[in-house]
């Protein structure tokens, strides 16, 4: 369940500022998600990608663990 959660935060959050971008710059919808995926010189994208995957597996071992104290707790 928090992985269900956590996409549709990531998504949901990206559909926002994807829409607030495309009201300030006039851009097209297509156009301000590349501009959001495009990364500049000098960006750590090792940072960026890495927050995002560390955030994924801590959901996924959450998701994990409530499943399992669940399946106990019915015992």
Same mark, same amino acid.
Not at 56 to 67: E, K
């Given at each position: 369940? %928090?992985?269900?959660?956590?996409? %549709?935060?990531?998504?949901?959050?990206?559909?926002?500022?994807?829409?607030? +971008?495309m009201f300030i710059w006039?851009?097209?919808?297509f156009q301000v998600i590349?501009?959001?995926?495009?990364?500049?010189?000098?960006?750590?994208?090792?940072?960026?990608?890495?927050? %995002?995957?560390?955030?994924?597996?801590?959901?996924?071992?959450? +998701?994990?663990?409530?499943?399992?104290?669940?399946?106990?707790?019915?015992?």
């Amino acid at each position: 369940m %928090v992985t269900f959660v956590y996409l %549709v935060m990531y998504i949901g959050m990206l559909v926002l500022i994807s829409l607030i +971008d495309m009201f300030i710059w006039k851009q097209s919808f297509f156009q301000v998600i590349l501009r959001l995926f495009t990364l500049d010189e000098g960006t750590n994208e090792w940072l960026i990608g890495g927050t %995002v995957f560390i955030g994924f597996i801590c959901s996924i071992v959450i +998701d994990y663990r409530l499943r399992k104290n669940k399946g106990q707790k019915q015992v």
